[in-house]
């Protein structure tokens, strides 16, 4: 996942740094990430809320498990991560 507005990213890092871009530069590779380690935490969240709530069919095979909790775990993080999205 990218940070979704990087001018205002890169902007921010020239602000904390007071320098040019060569010198904010591991100011914004702290920023980004950050951001990305939140959306493996978000990520792993959803996955394990995923397992704790599925419940299979008898006789469903662990492929077809696994597959159904993925698919409901990419759900809820979208659910998460994109709130707009999903209100009316």
């Not at 530069?25 to 996955?47: G, N, T």
């Amino acid at each position: 996942m990218d940070i979704a507005n990087k001018k205002l990213a890169n902007t921010i890092a020239k602000q904390i740094t007071g320098t040019d871009k060569e010198k904010s530069a591991p100011v914004f590779e702290h920023m980004q990430h950050a951001y990305d380690k939140d959306a493996k935490i978000i990520r792993q969240s959803c996955l394990k809320a995923a397992a704790s709530g599925y419940v299979g069919k008898p006789g469903d095979s662990a492929e077809t498990t696994a597959r159904k909790i993925i698919e409901i775990a990419e759900l809820l993080y979208t659910w998460v991560v994109c709130p707009t999205k999903n209100s009316k």
